[in-house]
């Protein structure tokens, strides 16, 4: 997946929108997570716990960037960020604020932000779980969108698969916030495999998005021993690729 082509540098759109799959889709994990609203939480659920890593990622085999992911906890709070960059080509941003009952992550904030050569848009989300809405802030346009079941913005998915795999509940039917809708994303597990990113060995499980097109692939390798932590990611879009590996968690 290319930040800059020859076609991408005749068609600004594009090229925004390919940096910004390349960031969002694969700097966090995108689309993954969700629960009935009404689902009864787990008083003795297992809790992921506050963390900071270090990721390097390539584009294409060509351009390098790296990325931080911090997720941290104040009262009953949770929030998660996470920052990336391809020196001075590009840059992106995500935060994502949540409540953890039980098993149930609640999304409450999101934010996406992505620059290309100092050009760049903001998107965010606001849910409203007791009204069952998600509102959509893009290019100036506001819409609210109904959400039958919750719904979650790319890192707050991401915690929640986290959670349904340290609780044994994953089940692969998950909902997406995006930009004009809400989403059914559906995943499933592809076994176990250890894997040797730089930040060292790792056993993992492996989760494949569902895509409705053979021209795309997303695959994650997730840690038991990091509270299934993302250690590699891999997309395909268009024939583009895009790798992602831990280097150090802090």
């Known amino acids: 997946m290319s930040f800059i082509s020859k076609s991408n540098i005749n068609n600004p759109a594009r090229s925004k929108s390919t940096v910004l799959s390349a960031f969002t889709t694969g700097v966090s994990i995108a689309a993954i997570g969700a629960l009935s609203m009404t689902a009864p939480t787990l008083a003795s659920a297992k809790t992921v716990q506050p963390s900071s890593a270090n990721y390097s990622f390539t584009v294409e085999d060509k351009y390098k960037g790296t990325a931080t992911r911090t997720l941290g906890k104040s009262g009953?709070?949770?929030?998660?960020?996470?920052?990336a960059r391809v020196a001075g080509v590009a840059n992106a941003s995500q935060s994502s604020t949540f409540t953890?009952?039980?098993n149930n992550v609640i999304p409450?904030?999101?934010s996406t932000t992505?620059?290309?050569l100092g050009l760049g848009r903001t998107?965010?989300?606001?849910?409203?779980?007791s009204s069952k809405k998600v509102t959509s802030t893009y290019k100036g346009k506001t819409m609210t969108m109904d959400m039958a079941q919750q719904a979650f913005d790319d890192l707050s998915l991401e915690v929640q698969i986290r959670q349904d795999l340290l609780n044994g509940k994953f089940s692969g039917n998950y909902y997406m916030a995006k930009k004009d809708?809400?989403?059914?994303?559906?995943?499933?597990?592809?076994?176990n495999t250890k894997i040797t990113v730089p930040a060292g060995t790792f056993d993992t499980v492996r989760v494949d998005r569902i895509h409705d097109d053979n021209d795309r692939s997303t695959s994650f390798w997730l840690a038991p021993s990091l509270d299934y932590l993302p250690v590699k990611v891999s997309q395909i879009n268009d024939g583009k690729k895009m790798d992602l590996e831990l280097t150090k968690v802090n």
Do not use: D, M, R
């Open 123 to 129: 998107h965010k989300l606001s849910f409203n779980p």
């Open 108 to 110: 409450t904030q999101a």
């Open 76 to 83: 009953n709070t949770w929030k998660y960020n996470v920052k």
């Open 100 to 102: 953890i009952k039980g």
């Open 114 to 116: 992505y620059k290309l």
């Open 181 to 191: 809708k809400v989403e059914k994303t559906p995943f499933k597990k592809s076994g």
